[in-house]
């Protein structure tokens, strides 16, 4: 029994920011479940309050994201926004991207038939 609990101790350092957080939400929703069963309101905030907090959350998240996520941050996404002002430009067209890219695959498809790779473990 002890060796299973230090190993499962030894398992929460390999766990990633993402899971940590998703355990700890978990662990609160259970508490804060557990103890509304038993008539004790563990969150004793207003609604108004709420909708405050929530809200100014929400107003410096939200753009914060869209910009994000809109940002070319890849250099496959830097190499396409040029691409995309090319075309915008007209110093290239739409069908010279789409020959482009079906040139790009059919080299690619020659390539890996020219030189198969294999898995290491045979399978």
């Known amino acids: 029994m002890k060796q299973k609990i230090i190993s499962f101790i030894d398992g929460l350092g390999c766990m990633s920011v993402e899971e940590w957080v998703q355990l700890i939400v978990l662990a609160l929703v259970v508490v804060n479940g557990a103890l509304t069963i038993f008539g004790i309101n563990p969150i004793s905030v207003s609604e108004d309050f709420l909708y405050i907090a929530i809200s100014g959350a929400l107003v410096i998240i939200v753009p914060f994201y869209n910009k994000w996520k809109n940002w070319n941050v890849t250099p496959e996404a ?46």
């Open 78 to 123: 830097v190499t396409a926004q040029h691409i995309l002002d090319l075309m915008k430009m007209g110093t290239v067209s739409k069908q010279q991207v789409e020959q482009f890219i079906k040139d790009l695959k059919a080299q690619a498809v020659k390539e890996e038939w020219s030189n198969p790779t294999y898995p290491a473990d045979g399978k």
